[in-house]
């Protein structure tokens, strides 16, 4: 372990604990983290590094480079800031001064050895659109590895989250006066109403662990009067076998466009999210847990269950190397999203979790520029899972 | 008109050798298509009256065609007439076709017009399923003739000017077989398939005009027995409707319902038009004719008008490419209804005997006036063209 990093974090301890604390007082929601990115740029700033606020129209994210030496690793470091409805209940209040600090220890640490940190502000986890956005604005791909930092329950690095996709869906048919001329009419909602039930049927027919899910925006038609001839919605899926994304997105647009041909109605269907599933890195894994260990970090679990839920992470982890250290700010069994999670942001150990947090990443990445084989390994690994994605892609269309 | 006086008296002299006949026939009912012994003692009787017979008409064993010729160049008029049973008997009255179609032509041919003329009687098998007619005609029988004529029992009696249009498709779904418990995911169901087209077809009868008729049969959703395997399923789906522009919208939006199904659920359709039967295209000339001889032979409940029964007769399809009219005629007490095990009963009494005689004097009567007064025959047919025009100008319209 690098000492000077741990020292370090501890003298600034205080600003990263009270600036945790002040986004968490001011929370924000989804493409609105006008403050908590400000407040994350300024710091940046005053350390030195370049920051460039705002990318194109996502204007609150940001992106800071500070470059030792010509050459080397560029390492990226990422956070997030937005909230839910109720607050900071999924704890991204604590990932700007994690990634701050261990960016700025990084910095100081006085390591012989050229690199660059490149630390990329993301907004908007929660509706899992930020983190897609910037990929495809060229974002990321400079980078040799990609670190976060999440808030939860136990300190550990999770292999898996749900791959998946949100089809936004408007069935429009044809409106005809409901009691006088219905022969003349053709009902989006009919049409809407045999896509959940088609969607229904396709739960018997998908692996284990499939979620279907699906929620109706509209379809009062004109208001006013009894028109159905327009319905929309949004259909999605989820599952942790990141093959079957493809074959689940054909199927489902098959069930809406089957229910469109036997309703009679047009069809408009938008795919408004495309979540990748987690490509698990264990040497990544391994290297942050090592670290954790040698800090005691709290509550550390190193056979946790993959939950139930998508992150978009995990799109940067199919560009390249990537993992969340996650840190533990609430107890065991306190659930994400929830208000009693609310109760744990400021806490004694949310405080604790920053500070090591910032250490865990710090001497990660200062372990990776000491030692390049690790990031080798690294790469080789991810190249192997990506090969193995594809060839379970192949074989489930008939291409293999 | 013509003065049919001959002709009844003539009908009446041999009325009761027709009356053994349809009593013959009655007591040895025959399913569709297996009219064997009825459609031999209809042929040989012809063939003994000196009419020229050509035995399996349109390739059908159970179909004939008999001709007479007086002089040359006379108008060809058709008879029709049908033979079969159902299941529990002669609860349609056919039993009395035979004998009142051959009371006519027997006393056209003796007693008739003085004017030459074409006497051409078809014998048609199956009119219970609805498919005899159509496949002569599919086979090129009744281009021969010029104007057709039936006669039907019926517990009133008039001049049939409506019947339902409509199609059966004979469908099966076929889907993937896998392990139910063990993969279910490898499976696609055809039952899935099935049930959903059902439920669409349920929704289309808020979309069609009144009266439109949606049934349908399931045949097969066991797949291989013995074991739960849901992936072929085979069923008919059937509509009826008197709007008879309507018959190829209809046909179409229901496959559209069935391709859609098996879209929805990934499973192959294949679809069999196993029944098109055509509605009764009225002639008014023809109609009125039959109505004048009606009331001079003593039709009782002699109605003006057709009241819409509900049901479908494979004498709409001939009503579809020519000049025709069929002639109900009362055999039973009004209030009972054909295809019952009442009106078995009703096949042998008096009345029914009367009704014979009087349903050959009407149509033997009605051909006469066709052959004698030629502006009639062109009027009828004058009346055929300008209503198919009319019929597809409204088919037209739907398109748009």
Same mark, same amino acid.
């Given at each position: 372990?690098?000492?000077?990093?741990?020292?370090?974090?501890?003298?600034?301890?205080?600003?990263?604990?009270?600036?945790?604390?002040?986004?968490?007082?001011?929370?924000?929601?989804?493409?609105?983290?006008?403050? #908590?990115?400000?407040?994350?740029?300024?710091?940046?700033?005053?350390?030195?590094?370049?920051?460039?606020?705002?990318?194109?129209?996502?204007?609150?994210?940001?992106?800071?480079?500070?470059?030792?030496?010509?050459?080397?690793?560029?390492?990226?470091?990422?956070?997030?800031?937005?909230?839910?409805?109720?607050?900071?209940?999924?704890?991204?209040?604590?990932?700007?001064?994690?990634?701050?600090?261990?960016?700025?220890?990084?910095?100081? #640490?006085?390591?012989?050895?050229?690199?660059?940190?490149?630390?990329?502000?993301?907004?908007?986890?929660?509706?899992?659109?930020?983190?897609?956005?910037?990929?495809?604005?060229?974002?990321?791909?400079?980078?040799?590895?990609?670190?976060?930092?999440?808030?939860?329950?136990?300190?550990?690095?999770?292999?898996?989250?749900?791959?998946?996709? !949100?089809?936004?869906?408007?069935?429009?048919? =044809?409106?005809?006066?409901?009691?006088?001329?219905?022969?003349? !009419?053709?009902?989006?909602?009919?049409?809407? =109403?045999?896509?959940?039930?088609?969607?229904?049927?396709?739960?018997?027919?998908?692996?284990?662990?499939?979620?279907?899910?699906?929620?109706?925006?509209?379809?009062?038609?004109?208001?006013?009067?009894?028109?159905?001839?327009?319905?929309?919605?949004?259909?999605?899926?989820?599952?942790?076998?990141?093959?079957?994304?493809?074959?689940?997105?054909?199927?489902?647009?098959?069930?809406?466009?089957?229910?469109?041909?036997?309703?009679?109605?047009?069809?408009?269907?938008?795919?408004?999210?495309?979540?990748?599933?987690?490509?698990?890195?264990?040497?990544?894994?391994?290297?942050?847990?090592?670290?954790?260990?040698?800090?005691?970090?709290?509550?550390?679990?190193?056979?946790?269950?993959?939950?139930?839920?998508?992150?978009?992470?995990?799109?940067?982890?199919?560009?390249?190397?990537?993992?969340?250290?996650?840190?533990?700010?609430?107890?065991?069994?306190?659930?994400?999203? #929830? =208000?009693?999670?609310?109760?744990?942001?400021?806490?004694?150990? #949310?405080?604790?979790?920053?500070?090591?947090?910032?250490?865990?990443?710090?001497?990660?990445?200062?372990?990776?520029?000491?030692?390049?084989?690790?990031?080798?390994?690294?790469?080789?690994?991810?190249?192997?899972?990506?090969?193995?994605?594809?060839?379970?892609?192949?074989?489930?269309?008939?291409?293999? | 008109?013509?003065?049919?006086?001959?002709?009844?008296?003539?009908?009446?002299?041999?009325?009761?050798?027709?009356?053994?006949?349809?009593?013959?026939?009655?007591?040895?009912?025959?399913?569709?298509?297996?009219?064997?012994?009825?459609?031999?003692?209809?042929?040989?009787?012809?063939?003994?009256?000196?009419?020229?017979?050509?035995?399996?008409?349109?390739?059908?064993?159970?179909?004939?065609?008999?001709?007479?010729?007086?002089?040359?160049?006379?108008?060809?008029?058709?008879?029709?007439?049908?033979?079969?049973?159902?299941?529990?008997?002669?609860?349609?009255?056919?039993?009395?076709?035979?004998?009142?179609?051959?009371?006519?032509?027997?006393?056209?041919?003796?007693?008739?017009?003085?004017?030459? /003329?074409?006497?051409?009687?078809?014998?048609?098998?199956?009119?219970?399923?609805?498919?005899?007619?159509?496949?002569?005609?599919?086979?090129?029988?009744?281009?021969?003739?010029? &104007?057709?004529?039936?006669?039907?029992?019926?517990?009133?009696?008039?001049?049939?000017?409506?019947?339902?249009?409509?199609?059966?498709?004979?469908?099966? /779904?076929?889907?993937?077989? &896998?392990?139910?418990?063990?993969?279910?995911?490898?499976?696609?169901?055809?039952?899935?398939?099935?049930?959903?087209?059902?439920?669409? /077809? %349920?929704?289309?009868?808020?979309?069609?005009?009144?009266?439109?008729?949606?049934?349908?049969?399931?045949?097969?959703?066991?797949?291989?027995?013995?074991?739960?395997?849901?992936?072929?399923?085979?069923?008919? /789906?059937?509509?009826?409707?008197?709007?008879?522009?309507?018959?190829?919208?209809?046909?179409?939006?229901?496959?559209?319902?069935?391709?859609?199904?098996?879209?929805?659920?990934?499973?192959?359709?294949?679809?069999?038009?196993?029944?098109?039967?055509?509605?009764?295209?009225?002639?008014?000339?023809?109609?009125?004719?039959?109505?004048?001889?009606?009331?001079?032979?003593?039709?009782?409940?002699?109605?003006?008008?057709?009241?819409?029964?509900?049901?479908?007769?494979?004498?709409?399809?001939?009503?579809?490419?020519?000049?025709?009219?069929?002639?109900?005629?009362?055999?039973?007490?009004?209030?009972?209804?054909?295809?019952?095990?009442?009106?078995?009963? %009703?096949?042998?009494?008096?009345?029914?005997?009367?009704?014979?005689?009087?349903?050959?004097?009407?149509?033997?009567?009605?051909?006469?006036?066709?052959?004698?007064?030629?502006?009639?025959?062109?009027?009828?047919?004058?009346?055929?063209?300008?209503?198919?025009?009319?019929?597809?100008?409204?088919?037209?319209?739907?398109?748009?």
């Amino acid at each position: 372990m690098e000492e000077k990093i741990n020292r370090y974090l501890d003298t600034i301890a205080p600003q990263l604990i009270e600036m945790a604390d002040d986004i968490f007082d001011h929370p924000e929601l989804p493409y609105e983290e006008v403050r #908590s990115s400000g407040i994350l740029c300024d710091w940046l700033e005053k350390e030195g590094f370049t920051v460039q606020r705002g990318i194109e129209e996502l204007n609150t994210a940001f992106k800071a480079v500070y470059q030792n030496g010509p050459g080397g690793l560029n390492i990226g470091l990422l956070c997030e800031y937005d909230c839910l409805p109720n607050g900071h209940s999924c704890g991204h209040h604590m990932q700007g001064p994690v990634i701050l600090g261990a960016a700025a220890a990084l910095k100081n #640490s006085g390591l012989n050895i050229p690199f660059t940190i490149t630390v990329y502000g993301t907004p908007a986890e929660e509706v899992l659109t930020g983190k897609p956005k910037m990929i495809e604005k060229g974002c990321f791909r400079e980078l040799d590895v990609a670190l976060m930092t999440h808030a939860g329950e136990y300190c550990c690095v999770r292999t898996q989250s749900l791959t998946g996709i !949100n089809l936004k869906v408007v069935f429009t048919g =044809v409106h005809a006066h409901d009691t006088a001329m219905p022969w003349a !009419n053709r009902s989006g909602f009919d049409a809407f =109403v045999l896509a959940m039930q088609g969607m229904e049927f396709l739960r018997g027919h998908v692996h284990d662990g499939t979620r279907l899910f699906h929620q109706l925006y509209d379809a009062i038609g004109v208001k006013g009067n009894t028109d159905p001839s327009r319905a929309e919605g949004v259909f999605a899926c989820r599952t942790f076998r990141l093959e079957d994304k493809e074959d689940l997105e054909k199927r489902m647009r098959n069930i809406l466009e089957g229910a469109a041909l036997m309703s009679g109605v047009k069809v408009e269907i938008e795919k408004t999210l495309d979540v990748m599933g987690t490509l698990g890195s264990e040497s990544l894994g391994k290297l942050v847990m090592k670290f954790a260990k040698e800090l005691d970090a709290p509550q550390i679990n190193e056979n946790v269950a993959n939950t139930g839920g998508s992150n978009d992470f995990a799109n940067i982890t199919h560009l390249l190397p990537g993992t969340i250290a996650r840190v533990a700010t609430t107890p065991p069994g306190v659930a994400t999203h #929830s =208000v009693e999670f609310l109760k744990y942001g400021k806490s004694q150990l #949310s405080h604790e979790s920053t500070v090591i947090g910032a250490k865990i990443i710090a001497q990660a990445c200062a372990e990776m520029l000491k030692k390049p084989e690790i990031l080798r390994e690294v790469k080789t690994e991810l190249s192997r899972r990506k090969a193995e994605l594809a060839e379970k892609i192949a074989v489930l269309n008939g291409n293999a | 008109m013509y003065n049919a006086e001959n002709l009844y008296r003539k009908i009446d002299s041999y009325k009761t050798d027709l009356a053994n006949m349809a009593d013959d026939i009655f007591d040895h009912p025959e399913l569709p298509y297996e009219e064997y012994r009825s459609c031999e003692l209809i042929c040989s009787w012809l063939e003994k009256e000196g009419f020229t017979m050509e035995r399996k008409a349109g390739g059908m064993d159970t179909a004939f065609r008999a001709v007479y010729e007086k002089g040359d160049k006379g108008p060809a008029i058709g008879f029709v007439l049908e033979y079969d049973c159902l299941p529990n008997g002669h609860s349609c009255g056919h039993h009395m076709q035979g004998p009142a179609i051959l009371g006519a032509v027997k006393a056209l041919k003796n007693s008739g017009p003085g004017r030459p /003329f074409k006497l051409v009687v078809y014998g048609t098998p199956a009119e219970e399923v609805l498919t005899g007619k159509p496949r002569m005609i599919q086979a090129g029988c009744f281009q021969d003739i010029e &104007a057709a004529l039936m006669m039907h029992a019926h517990t009133n009696s008039y001049v049939g000017t409506k019947s339902m249009t409509g199609v059966n498709l004979e469908t099966v /779904f076929t889907g993937v077989h &896998a392990h139910d418990t063990a993969r279910p995911w490898g499976s696609r169901s055809g039952f899935d398939a099935m049930m959903q087209a059902i439920q669409a /077809f %349920e929704y289309l009868r808020g979309h069609v005009h009144d009266g439109t008729r949606f049934f349908y049969q399931i045949s097969d959703a066991i797949g291989l027995k013995g074991n739960p395997d849901p992936s072929r399923a085979a069923a008919t /789906f059937s509509f009826r409707t008197y709007k008879m522009e309507d018959l190829q919208d209809l046909e179409e939006r229901s496959r559209n319902i069935l391709k859609g199904a098996a879209l929805m659920n990934g499973v192959k359709v294949e679809i069999e038009k196993t029944l098109e039967v055509q509605g009764t295209l009225p002639n008014e000339t023809i109609k009125s004719i039959m109505m004048h001889y009606a009331q001079e032979a003593g039709a009782i409940r002699l109605l003006p008008e057709h009241k819409a029964a509900g049901g479908s007769n494979d004498f709409g399809n001939i009503t579809q490419i020519m000049p025709a009219a069929q002639f109900f005629t009362a055999m039973a007490p009004d209030g009972i209804a054909l295809h019952t095990e009442a009106i078995l009963k %009703e096949g042998k009494t008096e009345q029914a005997h009367e009704a014979v005689a009087v349903a050959a004097k009407v149509v033997a009567a009605t051909a006469a006036e066709l052959i004698e007064n030629p502006r009639h025959l062109e009027q009828a047919k004058a009346e055929f063209t300008e209503k198919k025009e009319e019929l597809n100008r409204k088919k037209e319209a739907l398109k748009i």
